[in-house]
């Protein structure tokens, strides 16, 4: 079966500091990979898209960055931390060229002091 | 792109009531609409999609109806149960599926 990990499961960081956060999925191949942000208010935000290994869309100008070093390792980076950034990260999965489910982690929330 | 508009933002039921949310989406090339609910301080889970080829889904207490013409999906819930509070959202896809943008959310309270 699939699983999906994301870690830290919770981070407080002082603004200018850097960030990475982690999400590997195991049990499948070649999936497509996302990260999301929830901040307060619920809304679910898409911020990073990727189809493959070095293969990252970005949705909206930000502070922060992605990269897939290899088929099932998703990381999200800061180089500074700004006070905006903070909020709930979710990581997430779905099998390649399908419109089926999208599989979540269960989220690293962010704190930035 | 896409463009999707969930409502009530928030919802409070009895326990044995029925809950209803409503989305609408703006690309026409969509095809799937799937469901999520979101228990607290936890990622969402999937719990019903529909495709384009049917207008209407049912999963026990859970339904989905879908009017492609207008562009508007619904979730229905009945004889609710204070567990089925949470928060809920809508999807639907962008760049043909590659992508899904969700509505805002809908928290529905569930009260015994």
């Known amino acids: 079966s699939q699983t999906i990990h994301q870690w830290p499961a919770t981070l407080v960081q002082p603004v200018g500091s850097p960030l990475s956060l982690e999400c590997t999925v195991e049990?499948?191949?070649?999936?497509?990979l996302y990260w999301y942000r929830q901040a307060a208010g619920r809304g679910l935000q898409l911020l990073f898209y990727?189809?493959?290994?070095?293969?990252i869309s970005s949705e909206v100008p930000q502070n922060l960055s992605a990269s897939r070093p290899q088929d099932r390792q998703f990381i999200l980076s800061s180089k500074k931390l700004l006070l905006s950034d903070s909020g709930f990260y979710l990581c997430?999965?779905?099998?390649?060229?399908?419109?089926?489910?999208?599989?979540f982690g269960e989220g690293s929330r962010l704190t930035v002091l | 792109g896409e463009n999707v508009e969930q409502h009530p933002s928030t919802l409070s039921v009895q326990e044995g009531d029925s809950a209803v949310i409503k989305c609408t989406y703006s690309?026409?090339?969509?095809?799937?609409f799937p469901w999520y609910k979101q228990e607290l301080g936890k990622g969402p889970q999937l719990i019903i999609d529909?495709?384009?080829?049917?207008g209407e889904k049912k999963d026990q207490r859970i339904a989905v109806t879908l009017n492609k013409t207008a562009k508007h999906f619904s979730l229905h819930i009945t004889e609710t149960q204070p567990e089925d509070s949470a928060v809920y959202f809508c999807?639907?896809?962008?760049?043909?599926?590659?992508?899904?943008?969700f509505g805002q959310g809908t928290e529905l309270s569930v009260k015994p």
């Open positions: 997430a999965w779905r099998r390649l060229a399908t419109t089926g489910e999208l599989f």
């Open positions: 049990g499948t191949s070649n999936p497509n």
């Open positions: 990727s189809v493959g290994i070095g293969q």
């Open positions: 690309d026409s090339a969509s095809n799937y």
């Open positions: 529909i495709r384009s080829n049917v």
């Open positions: 999807a639907a896809p962008y760049n043909q599926g590659g992508k899904l943008i």
